[in-house]
């Protein structure tokens, strides 16, 4: 008898195609920032809102960061924060069904510390939707691709502005559960949208059969609407790392992203 119980990265897929609201949301949190108890907390209240959660592997160099993401980061791996204390948190808090699928976003190394094959068992046992690499090339992917995919798990792929349009189509067909889309070059954070971002994103929506989500630079309300009709779905981390630095709620910004008020959006 054939299973046709949808897989995790099918499932997120099918999330960002029937999001809460649209367009989709997905969260970013670094994983034990500011504390494990915090973080905890954090991504329970964050899972009401958004529609999927990308969860952040603290790493000592995280060279598609920004100023804000790259402290989050320092701060956790001071506090002894790994890969695996990550996998084993989340699977001890795993609830059926997940209030919103889960995406984990590491660099390679942490990865391969662990092992591609109990990386991705264990992956599954905690819940896990798919993985981000932002450091991984499509050439190299395969071993970690084929060890996710044993278990239904996506490897996400990123595409950036500058991405050649041959390679924008492997990447999109290589993608699993969506596809990525980088609206800026260089690193995460603050910084105006360029022009030329709407007219990407159409292009990219024409060779993707995935949902494809915007995501670096994304802070306001505005942007949210402006991106979400040229995207199925936007990508919020740094603006969000720094509500909760500011001891406000990460989940009612979540919201207000969603659903300004006139004050808000105001001149």
């Not at 699977?91 to 190394?109: E, G």
């Not at 190299?140 to 996506?154: F, I, K, N, Y």
């Amino acid at each position: 008898m054939i299973d046709s119980t949808p897989t995790p990265a099918e499932q997120l897929a099918a999330t960002l195609r029937s999001p809460k609201a649209r367009p989709a949301l997905c969260a970013f949190l670094t994983a034990g920032y500011p504390s494990w108890e915090a973080f905890a907390a954090t991504l329970r209240r964050v899972e009401e809102i958004a529609d999927v959660v990308e969860i952040g592997v603290p790493f000592s160099d995280p060279m598609a960061d920004g100023v804000t993401l790259q402290r989050a980061s320092r701060a956790a791996l001071e506090q002894g924060v790994t890969l695996g204390s990550i996998l084993d948190l989340l699977a001890a808090r795993r609830s059926a069904p997940p209030p919103a699928p889960r995406v984990i976003m590491s660099y390679l190394n942490p990865l391969l510390a662990l092992g591609l094959g109990p990386l991705a068992s264990r992956a599954a046992a905690a819940g896990i939707a798919g993985f981000v690499v932002p450091d991984l090339p499509l050439e190299e992917s395969e071993p970690l691709r084929s060890a996710l995919e044993a278990h239904g798990l996506a490897l996400v792929q990123m595409v950036t502005p500058a991405t050649p349009a041959e390679r924008m189509r492997e990447l999109c067909r290589r993608s699993a559960g969506f596809v990525y889309a980088v609206t800026l070059t260089g690193t995460t954070g603050a910084r105006e949208l360029p022009g030329d971002v709407a007219a990407y994103l159409r292009k990219l929506r024409e060779v993707s059969t995935l949902p494809v989500l915007a995501g670096f630079g994304i802070r306001t309300a505005s942007q949210v609407q402006f991106l979400g009709r040229e995207a199925d779905g936007v990508i919020v981390g740094s603006a969000l790392i720094e509500e909760i630095d500011q001891g406000r709620d990460p989940a009612e910004f979540l919201r207000a992203l969603r659903h300004p008020s006139p004050a808000a959006e105001s001149p």
